[in-house]
């Protein structure tokens, strides 16, 4: 395929009316290309597409991609975000997720082999488990717990992984793989479950900021601009990844939440209540590899784009 610098190109999105690829789909756009966002709409929301569907070059598909499905005329890139991404959602759609992991991973890998267009897979942090090493490195195999609740997540991503190298192995399709860390912004649904949501939501309304645990488990947070920017750079390489794709400014669950109080200004407590089974005690990106091979660091600072968050849901 081309290179995404190229304007004029056109991609798929799946997962394209979730969080991520809302504005993924919205960034293709601005840089002068064609998008098809596919989304069965299971946890992802029409509404996050309202400024996408201005544009004359986007077209929606409302498409559960575990089962087979086609692009009418050519396709240069296949970004494949489809899944439920949240521990919420994972717990409530398990057999989807590992359905969307699988089936849907290799219905989008032949939709690019049929096209000859270039594969990104979304990974996530996730593969790494409860790591055992810190920071975690691409060459890292991970601390999983395959039966754990996580496990329909975890197992489908990693599944995803393997399948998609091993079409690049038979030279079946061009792909790249993106390790994708704690990402957030506006569009998040206070629903979400995850961190960033959650304590937002709870801040703004004044309730309890439940911690889980002590709170002394770490997180590193990417603003959203920032993980599609890597998105776009994987696309627009050859390189097949895996790249962790991530901020490296790292934080105890602790200090997130009682900054994000502080920005809202809140006088909301904080409460502690019972940490979840398997929930990672370190997370944070070594991001050495990706910043030597596509280039890529994040820019937008923490408090910067958690206030960019609380504001939007003002």
Known sequence: MRPLDEPGLRAVVTGGAGFLGSW????LLEDGHAVVA????????????DDC????????????????????????????LASPA?????AALPIETLRVGSRGTEEALALAERKRARF????TSEVYGDPL???????YWGHVNPIGPRSVYDEAKRYAEALTMAHRREGRVDTGIARIFNTYGPRLSPADGRLVPTFVAQAL???????AGDGRQTRSLCYVTDTVEALVRLASSAEPGPFNVGNDDEHTVLDL?????????????IRSVERPADDPTVRCPDLARTHAVLGWTAEVPLEKGLLRTLQSWK
């Open 120 to 123: 990104v897979l979304a990974s």
């Open 38 to 49: 596919v989304d069965n709409l299971v946890t992802g929301r029409m509404g996050n597409l």
């Open 86 to 90: 949240s521990p919420v959602h994972y």
């Open 257 to 269: 939440a009682e900054l994000i109080r502080d920005l809202a200004g809140s006088s909301s407590p």
């Open 24 to 27: 993924l789909c919205e960034r």
């Open 133 to 139: 090493e810190h920071p975690q490195a691409e060459t």
């Open 53 to 80: 569907r201005q544009w004359d070059g986007f077209e929606f598909v409302e498409h559960d991609v575990t089962e087979p499905f086609d692009v009418d005329g050519p396709v240069d890139a296949v970004f494949h």
């Open 205 to 211: 309304a004044g309730e309890p900021i439940t911690v």
